[in-house]
């Protein structure tokens, strides 16, 4: 593990700096994900264990994809814009910046002391306490190695929220993020009582007939380079209203496009209003999908990353090939 410049506390005490506070915020980025949801979750159940107030926020005023809610807690999520109590500590999970944020920025000025618990690498930081380890496969495994310095039994709840964090962020333990330590803290979550078979049916088991058209859509819209390093698709606003489909019926279309035989990159656009949102995943060592996603807008790991694109689907569709091809030097992906 390697953590960054800004890194300023040992999780030991990271955990004896929690101690000093009694009431808590908790938010993750825009658009949370399962590592975000499970990592501030976690870490909430762990500050109540101690006799602290804990509440979990959401960067924005949007519906937790479903497939979340099973989570211990999960419905006691609060849009940050409906937020209005004074916190003594806010903590950052998963997030590197206020703008990533969202509406609970706002709630995090507030407060009288910060906290970012975290495995973005960024050149600035945003509190006065911060761990962050981009080595770390997945925030929920440095969450849950966090608890263990808090002094609380790992119970069901902590265990099944690290658990989906770092099952997700890993890719079902498939991606090349994939340590020895992340197979050996999954077993520790498991013996505290994660539940694998939950977790992956909830997960990845449960799609609608409207995710099945929007992969039929995927396919017959998926282009590759003439190299074969990367292979690209969209769906447009029309095509989610014809089949009736939401934003998390479009979550697993990344990763059919990656699994195709040979490409090195994979890219999925997803129309909205008036931006286009994109998804990246690497397959291999030596490609840095994140340094892509950031010239667009965006963030994220070198094997998984996202973006905002500011135009049109036809622009995004016109531009973005060039700028994976950029990735690709003498055949060898650029860092």
């Known amino acids: 593990m ?26 993750g980025h825009v658009s949370p994900d399962g590592d975000c949801l499970g990592s501030q979750l976690a870490l909430a159940h762990a500050l109540r264990a101690k006799g602290k107030r804990a509440v979990c926020l959401l960067a924005h005023d949007d519906a937790v994809d479903k497939s979340f809610l099973f989570l211990p807690g999960a419905n006691e999520l609060i849009p940050a814009c409906e937020f209005e109590s ?7 999970v998963d997030v590197p910046n206020l703008e990533r944020l969202g509406d609970a920025a706002r709630v995090h000025e507030s407060a009288g002391a910060h906290f970012t618990l975290d495995h973005h690498a960024v050149e600035s930081c945003m509190a006065e306490y911060n761990y962050v380890d981009p080595d770390a496969p ?7 190695r966090l608890i ?20 997700t962020d890993t890719g079902r333990f498939q991606f090349q993020n994939t340590t020895p330590e992340a197979f050996a803290l999954a077993g520790e979550m498991v013996s505290a009582g994660a539940r694998p078979e939950e977790c992956s049916q909830e997960i990845y088991q449960r799609r609608s007939a409207a995710s099945l058209g929007l992969e039929g859509v995927m396919l017959s ?7 074969g390093e990367w292979a690209l698709s969209y769906a447009r606003l029309d095509d989610f209203e014809r089949l009736g489909a939401v934003k998390a019926d479009a979550e697993p279309l990344i990763d059919v496009l990656r699994s195709l035989d040979g490409i090195r990159v994979a890219c999925m656009l997803r129309e909205q209003e008036d931006v286009v949102r994109g998804s990246l995943r690497a397959k291999g060592d030596g490609i840095d999908v ?18 905002t694109y500011k135009g049109s689907i036809d622009d995004a569709l016109a531009e973005i090939p060039a700028l994976l091809d950029g990735l690709f030097v003498g055949g060898e992906g650029k860092e």
């Open 2 to 27: 390697a953590t960054t410049p800004q890194t300023n506390v040992t999780l030991a005490e990271f955990a004896e700096a929690l101690d000093r506070f009694e009431s808590f915020a908790l938010c």
């Open 86 to 92: 004074d916190v003594d500590a806010f903590i950052a």
């Open 138 to 144: 997945a925030t929920g495994m440095l969450a849950w």
């Open 148 to 167: 263990g310095e808090m002094g609380v039994e790992r119970t069901f709840e902590m265990a099944q929220c690290c658990y989906l964090a770092l099952m």
């Open 221 to 227: 819209n998926m282009q590759v380079a003439p190299s």
């Open 290 to 307: 994140a340094a892509l996603a950031r010239e667009i807008g965006g963030g994220g790991h070198k094997a998984a990353a996202g973006f």
